[in-house]
């Protein structure tokens, strides 16, 4: 693995990109929902990097209360960018999962104790064996209420972990730029694909 996809790229040395946006061409393959940019009204939305993609999405599509899901890329500078080019490490992207839910049916620290507790948020441009600035923790928020609840929890949980110190970004969300097709809800078509989720063993202390 080269050094190099450690680090995230500058505008001068990203990737050119292209204008044309890639959307999903199929609805949501567990529940049907049409994937696209719209937000229902009365849901809200939260964008996770926790490593591969792949289980980090099936994570949250199984919980009560999720609308839907997609996996994609954000984080970075490339527009519109394809999977071969996130991979190396030259459009400063992350894998993410948009998390779309219902308020009403589960809270937002749930999701966020998901989060922490399913990956671990240490270990810097990776996620164990998966290696380069596309695999690291992160949180995209779509509202400033949402932005301090992930800085709180970040700080709940970074007692829980003692002298390992977090490397999550917790950031406004910028643009999700949407996955291929054959990435989205990867380990439904694939039961028996890889999944590179792993926690720490540390539950996140109660609020």
């Not at 999962?97 to 999701?111: K, W, Y």
């Not at 990776?126 to 992930?150: C, K, L, P």
């Not at 490397?167 to 406004?172: A, C, K, Q, W």
Request: proline residues 6%.
């Amino acid at each position: 693995m080269s050094s190099s996809k450690q680090i995230l790229p500058t505008e001068s040395q990203a990737l050119i990109g292209r204008a044309t946006p890639m959307m999903p061409s199929l609805p949501h393959a567990v529940n049907g929902t049409q994937l696209n940019d719209e937000i229902p009204q009365g849901m809200e939305v939260l964008t996770f990097g926790m490593g591969c993609f792949w289980g980090a999405e099936r994570l949250f599509w199984k919980q009560t209360g999720i609308y839907s899901t997609a996996v994609g890329y954000s984080g970075g500078i490339t527009p519109n960018p394809n999977y071969k080019e996130v991979c190396t490490g030259q459009t400063g992207h992350n894998e993410v999962v948009r998390v779309i839910f219902d308020p009403q049916q589960i809270s937002l620290n749930t999701l966020l104790t998901l989060f922490w507790e399913n990956h671990d948020p240490t270990q810097g441009m990776r996620q164990g064996n998966d290696v380069g600035t596309q695999y690291r923790s992160a949180i995209y928020t779509y509202s400033d209420q949402h932005y301090q609840e992930a800085l709180a929890s970040k700080a709940r949980y970074q007692q829980a972990l003692l002298d390992a110190s977090i490397t999550t970004e917790i950031l406004p969300a910028g643009t999700f730029y949407f996955a291929e097709d054959y990435h989205q809800q990867y380990l439904a078509k694939n039961p028996n694909g890889y999944c590179g989720l792993g926690g720490t063993g540390i539950c996140m202390p109660p609020q």
